[in-house]
């Protein structure tokens, strides 16, 4: 498997594996409006190949910490092919997104999602780094990996897209 940035070629294949992934396209139309978002960061939306074959996407878009503005990112969506589910594959994203970003010098990744799966990566519910949820009824399920110190303390807020889904 390699894992790369995505292209724009690669669009119709990202969008099929959402598609699969998922039982409704609500990922799918996040995504497609992400990329047309001024949080886009075209370095943050990566793809697993195995051959030539898009067989999962990740992605993280700009967000911030209030109340000072302090960036961040919101990690999601992210989407692995049915039949590659359970092998790996979107715990590799993960990994090489967190590598990205770190290299590019964030401070803080943040998601919501299954905590058991995102605590091999290195998440902690939110709370527990001084970060909140944009909606205090996530709980636990909402998680933040810190990649640089200092970090910002507040509450966390997504890319525009992420408000309208």
Avoid: N
């Avoid at 294949?13 to 598609?19: G, P, Q, R, S, T």
């Avoid at 609500?26 to 074959?53: C, I, K, Q, T």
């Avoid at 640089?148 to 507040?154: L, M």
């Amino acid at each position: 498997m390699i894992v790369r940035r995505e292209r724009p070629a690669d669009a119709r294949a990202v969008e099929a594996v959402h598609l699969a992934a998922f039982p409704t396209d609500v990922e799918a139309r996040l995504l497609a409006e992400l990329r047309e978002d001024a949080g886009f960061l075209p370095h943050l939306s990566l793809v697993a190949l195995d051959g030539e074959d898009v067989v999962g996407h990740v992605i993280a878009t700009r967000g911030w910490v209030e109340p000072l503005g302090a960036p961040a990112l919101g990690l999601g969506p992210i989407g692995v092919r049915p039949d590659r589910q359970g092998r790996g594959v979107g715990t590799v994203l993960v990994h090489a997104l967190l590598a990205v970003a770190e290299a590019a010098g964030e401070r803080l990744v943040a998601l919501l999602g299954d905590p058991a799966y995102y605590r091999r990566s290195g998440f902690v519910v939110s709370t527990e780094v001084g970060i909140d949820p944009p909606d205090p009824t996530w709980g636990v399920h909402f998680q933040a990996r810190v990649l640089a110190d200092p970090t910002p303390h507040g509450t966390f807020r997504y890319a525009g897209p992420f408000d309208r889904v």
